[in-house]
């Protein structure tokens, strides 16, 4: 839970699309506006040996429709699991760990599934005291059936619940040819106003037993979600171009890694991606892209005429809270 690009710290409520938190963390909600999210949420101390966590705290009581499917989740590429031989004779044991720490207590609920939602693996997991953080493992026997992805899209998802429907739910600790989301039964977070929910230090291994936690440096774990999201923020030249015509702007971005995909563009707002050239500074009306996984090239039209050929450094500007970004997530 150490990164965190999009937010840097800050909470965001759940809407009734996949919002990520902290890097490769999602969270979702059937129902707007039930639950917030946030790195180190109610700032309580994190386990010995870490130091983010990702908190969750209900917003209301909500009772869950049947229907109702409230989570955080992280999708896990094919490239990741591509060893584990899901779908075939012969499939290995994987164990998931975790630190959990919940104002309430009792038995709670999760589940593997594939990308299609058409295999499941509801699991169970008991929180014993409230307020209190507790190691858990979860050991589950890999799936001898069904389509399990092994390139770059979506492997596994491993969910956590945060209220699932009845139709959502499903016998614990067994496969199922179905969309489970949770085990029948699991807790309702977003069912008590004011519940928290904190997690951190999930690891998924293969084989049986749970081994210590894989620390990694911070530099490799910043790599690594940048395959999936790059993120520059308010005031920092990040491109050198050239004026294509009197108006239109070409600059080259070059990623730190290989990204999972072409990704996407994202900005703030137009008006603080800003065009420099010797002849002065103006504001983007307009932004596209040509991109591959490795480079992008952002086109943008400038409010100021200026000389085909010119050099000219692309910039985010110094408005607070602007942004580019490029999104391959899952």
């Known amino acids: ?102 104002s309430l207590t009792g038995t709670f609920g999760g589940s593997f599934t594939n990308s299609s939602y058409n295999r499941s693996y509801p699991f169970t997991y008991t929180i014993s005291v409230a307020n209190t953080w507790e190691y858990k493992s979860v050991t589950i026997a890999g799936d001898t059936s069904g389509t399990w992805l092994t390139t770059n899209g979506i492997g596994v998802n491993v969910i956590f619940s945060m209220g699932m429907g009845t139709t959502q739910s499903g016998p614990a600790n067994a496969w199922a040819g179905a969309n489970y989301q949770s085990a029948t039964g699991a807790t309702s977070v977003v069912g008590t106003n004011g519940a928290t929910f904190y997690i951190t230090g999930v690891q998924l291994e293969k084989g049986s037993t749970a081994t210590s936690f894989d620390y990694r440096p911070y530099g490799t774990e910043l790599i690594l979600c940048q395959r999936y999201y790059y993120r520059r923020g308010e005031n920092v030249t990040i491109a050198l171009g050239a004026a294509y015509d009197s108006v239109n702007v070409y600059a080259p971005i070059a990623f730190p890694v290989s990204m999972r995909t072409t990704p996407s563009l994202g900005y703030s707002s137009v008006s603080h991606i800003l065009g420099f050239s010797n002849s002065g500074s103006a504001a983007a009306t307009a932004l596209s892209i040509t991109s591959e996984s490795d480079l992008s090239r952002v086109e943008l039209n400038a409010a100021m005429s200026r000389t085909a050929g010119n050099a000219v450094f692309l910039r985010v500007g110094n408005t607070s809270g602007a942004y580019l970004h490029f999104s391959a997530e899952l």
Do not use: C, H
């Open 1 to 102: 839970m150490v990164i965190d690009q999009r937010n840097a710290g800050a909470s965001v409520t759940n809407t009734t699309s996949n919002l990520y938190i902290t890097d490769r963390w999602n969270i979702f909600g059937q129902q707007a506006s039930k639950f917030t999210a946030q790195q180190n949420a109610g700032a309580v101390t994190p386990p010995a040996g870490f130091t983010y966590y990702l908190g969750m705290t209900s917003s209301s009581a909500y009772a869950v429709l049947s229907g109702d499917n409230f989570k955080v989740l992280q999708p896990i590429e094919g490239y990741n699991i591509a060893d584990l031989g899901w779908g075939a004779a012969g499939a290995s044991t994987v164990t998931l760990s975790f630190w959990v720490r919940s």
